[in-house]
């Protein structure tokens, strides 16, 4: 079956733009993760969704970072007036079940953000 | 404080043989440890996971081995192939499910 789906692939924003950069998760998957990626560094966590809730938004770095999920399907991650510090891969994931179980995340192919 | 560390950025192994991908961790409040391999240009994949109640989990090729009281795991690949090489990543997972990420260790295997 289809994967989780991200796009755009690539994205080149001039610094203070405002970007918006879409996950399409696994049909029926409930819970959907946002990391951030730096260059030679692991994913790091950015924000948690199970359904529509945004249950854990810990890890977004700046009020500058907003995402949201309205009808507990697609999600969007939105960037405002976007730094040179914010380049990175961002990389959606989704899991069928909700906290508690052995389920793994499947992840999308990552948006590349270049901020000029 | 990074929690989760991989200390060997790259390692590189000829085929046939054993690869041992090593990871270290601070933090003993966790469910599951898991590796993720990582194509360029791809996100990260599955491999394989370890729960903190066992000490080896095994899935053909592949075996992750837990020391709790060393706090390290291994994840060994035997034996190595030439599409084993990516990137792998040991993350660890608990309480809101979010997984912690090391920085990972390039596998090169060369034939």
């Known amino acids: 079956g289809a994967g989780v789906s991200q796009s755009p692939r690539y994205k080149v924003a001039k610094r203070g733009q405002d970007v918006a950069l879409r996950c399409d998760p696994i049909s029926g998957h409930v819970s959907l993760f946002w990391y951030q990626q730096a260059l030679g560094q692991g994913p790091e966590f950015l924000t948690y969704?199970?359904?529509?809730?945004?249950?854990?938004k810990s890890g977004l770095p700046s009020d500058r970072f907003f995402a949201e999920r309205p009808e507990g399907s697609v999600s969007t991650l939105k960037i405002q007036r976007t730094q040179q510090e914010d380049s990175a891969v961002y990389l959606c994931?989704?899991?069928?079940?909700?906290?508690?179980?052995?389920?793994?995340?499947?992840f999308g192919p990552g948006t590349r953000l270049t901020v000029l | 404080d990074q929690q989760v560390k991989q200390n060997s950025p790259s390692l590189s192994v000829q085929e046939g043989r054993i690869s041992i991908l090593n990871c270290d961790y601070t933090?003993?409040?966790?469910?599951?440890f898991l590796w993720y391999k990582k194509y360029p240009a791809e996100g990260p994949t599955f491999l394989i996971s370890i729960s903190s109640i066992k000490d080896k989990n095994e899935d053909g090729r592949f075996t992750v081995f837990l020391n709790k009281s060393a706090k390290h795991l291994s994840l060994h690949i035997v034996p190595s192939q030439p599409g084993d090489s990516a990137v792998y990543f040991c993350?660890?997972?608990?309480?809101?499910?979010?997984?912690?990420f090391g920085t990972g260790t390039r596998l090169q295997v060369f034939p």
């Open positions: 969704f199970q359904n529509e809730a945004q249950l854990d």
């Open positions: 933090n003993s409040m966790f469910d599951y």
């Open positions: 993350a660890h997972r608990w309480a809101s499910d979010k997984l912690i």
């Open positions: 994931a989704s899991s069928p079940l909700t906290s508690g179980g052995a389920d793994t995340q499947y």
